[in-house]
């Protein structure tokens, strides 16, 4: 619950966060439990994850209907309207009923992470085209930053953009992009970012610019998909842009400053993923306990050691502390949002600056996954070989959570730097 002016003008009032669910929430997290348990169970999760991609369409759809995608995108454009503190606790949710992270990073991280963002920067166009669709669960919105020579070294991006007319010119290639083969069954495209001049010494980030590309334009080749270790159910892909001409509409944002538009929907796709690990752990947990009070070892339950006691404890510990810091960073970007104007961008953020905001979000980037990570690990070896099985949903939720540590939405390594950067200044950056 956010205790703030509705107006945004929040100078001298003290902002507080109340810890109470409200009854809406309570209300909308109970509809999401209830549509899961009939929609995502764990028969259907391991079916996904078994058969793989492309991500079943009746999912995206149901869950479309009920608004939890993209639930941020503001009323005026046609959107649900949710709070990200709200959309978090449904992420929460996404991430226990589908711990394989599968349905959270396609709907989550990308569609709703990337697709608010998407539609507060691009034209009236695109967001009848693309983000009303997308909203319904007709077309499959994503990002595709990341480059064969580049993904978290923005400096060495080599995709290109030059102005003929009244259209751009773009070239280049992106790889690693969650939902290709969706994008190409369902129709839709991608927030791109592409150099419209060269880097300015020591500032690799300006003259890069954002655009939205159609998957099915003209000389977008899309390339055969990777086969992952984990998430299964979405598709991972690239895509090569040969002399793909867009119209200027399709530009996101103003010229030259896409780092900064770029930054925001990392930003907003990082909450999703770190509350959907808080899900993921918890379901963990409750995996776990009922296996090892039954599973006898020497004449005594599992559950009687002090070893698995101790590692049951800890993980609990630290998913209550990562629910905590998801929600509280959730609050501080409604407040954010709420004094830079939605859904016109009318004023700038005072209470909480977006640097200070994207520290909070690296640390809960930083933590959730390799949280995750850590417990279905630990609960793998607290089932010994059952652990090792598909008869439990552990093994996939490591394979899951593996690609949020490794780098999807921004590796480990590079949120210790950004909570660095904001600790000690930019002069301290390693790579200045």
Not at 155 to 175: L, P, R
Not at 299 to 321: D, H, S, T
Not at 340 to 358: D, N, Q, V, Y
Request: include cysteine.
């Amino acid at each position: 619950m956010i205790v703030a002016k509705p107006d945004g003008k929040n100078e001298g009032k003290s902002i507080m966060y109340d810890f109470r669910e409200s009854d809406e929430q309570k209300l909308i997290v109970n509809s999401v439990k209830e549509w899961c348990e009939k929609n995502l169970t764990a028969e259907k999760v391991r079916e996904m994850d078994d058969k793989g991609h492309p991500f079943p369409k009746e999912i995206v759809e149901g869950l479309c209907k009920l608004g939890y995608v993209m639930g941020p995108v503001p009323v005026e454009h046609d959107g649900p309207g949710i709070d990200w503190l709200t959309q978090g606790m449904i992420a929460e949710v996404i991430g226990y009923y589908d711990p394989t992270a599968a349905t959270a990073a396609a709907l989550m991280a990308v569609e709703t992470g990337w697709g608010f963002t998407l539609d507060r920067h691009c034209s009236d166009v695109i967001r009848e085209r693309y983000v009303k669709p997308a909203m319904k669960g007709k077309k499959f919105v994503g990002v595709a930053t990341t480059e064969p020579g580049g993904g978290s070294d923005v400096a060495a991006f080599k995709s290109t953009a030059v102005k003929a007319g009244d259209e751009w010119v773009i070239n280049g290639e992106k790889t690693f992009t969650s939902g290709t083969e969706e994008c190409k069954e369902w129709g839709g495209g991608y927030w791109i970012n592409v150099r419209t001049g060269s880097p300015p010494p020591g500032a690799h980030h300006r003259n890069m610019t954002s655009f939205f590309l159609p998957i099915d334009a003209e000389g977008v080749e899309v390339q055969k998909p990777y086969r992952d270790a984990g998430r299964m159910s979405i598709s991972t892909g690239g895509f090569i842009m040969d002399d793909v001409r867009l119209p200027d509409e399709y530009r996101l944002g103003d010229v030259d400053y896409g780092f900064y538009y770029t930054m925001e929907g990392f930003d907003n796709a990082r909450m999703m993923i770190g509350s959907s690990c808080v899900g993921i752990i918890q379901r963990i947990i409750d995996e776990a306990i009922p296996y090892i009070k039954a599973r006898e070892v020497f004449g005594r339950p599992l559950a009687k050691y002090e070893a698995i006691q101790f590692e049951l404890a800890e993980i609990y510990r630290e998913m209550e502390a990562l629910k905590l810091m998801t929600r509280k960073t959730a609050w501080m970007q409604d407040i954010r949002y709420q004094e830079e104007g939605m859904p016109e961008r009318i004023a700038k953020a005072t209470t909480f600056k977006p640097k200070e905001i994207a520290k909070w979000i690296s640390l809960i980037k930083w933590k959730g996954p390799s949280l995750a990570l850590d417990a279905a690990k630990k609960a793998m070896l607290w089932f010994g070989a059952a652990g090792y099985t598909k008869d439990y949903l552990l093994e996939a939720a490591w394979r899951g959570v593996m690609s949020y540590v490794i780098g999807a939405e921004g590796g480990k390594n590079i949120q210790k730097l950004v909570v660095a950067r904001e600790l000690l200044g930019r002069e301290y950056l390693p790579y200045r």
